[in-house]
């Protein structure tokens, strides 16, 4: 299985950037991609970014050119670098590992945006 914990939120204003770390342990070599997902107040989960173990990524168009997601392989440790924040930004964001055990969350970590 693999753990999951995320951190970096907090309250920001609008055009102000964030960088998000999902913190990964247990059987690390059993993950093929990590996702970052957020999700807003009355809203549904929605998929940010992904990245696979081969370094590939994918990014939402909605939030293409204001995300960078990444990865430091030696701290087991994913990044999602989040700029020009919006007050439309405002949800919790996620991690998820998906691999051969199936797929493991974390707890989330808060992101306000707010004037």
């Known amino acids: 299985q693999v753990q999951l914990v995320e951190s970096g939120g907090g309250l920001v204003q609008p055009g102000e950037s964030l960088r998000l770390s999902c913190a990964a342990s247990g059987n690390m070599y059993r993950i093929s991609t990590i996702g970052w997902y957020r999700q807003a107040p009355g809203k549904e989960r929605e998929e940010v970014a992904t990245?696979?173990?081969?370094?590939?990524?994918n990014y939402a168009p909605s939030m293409k050119g204001r995300v960078t997601i990444s990865r430091d392989s030696a701290k087991n440790t994913f990044y999602l670098q989040i700029n020009s924040l919006k007050l439309e930004d405002t949800a919790v964001y996620y991690c998820k590992a998906l691999g051969v055990f199936g797929r493991s969350w974390g707890q989330g970590t808060q992101v306000t945006v707010s004037s």
């Open positions: 990245i696979t173990m081969n370094g590939n990524t």
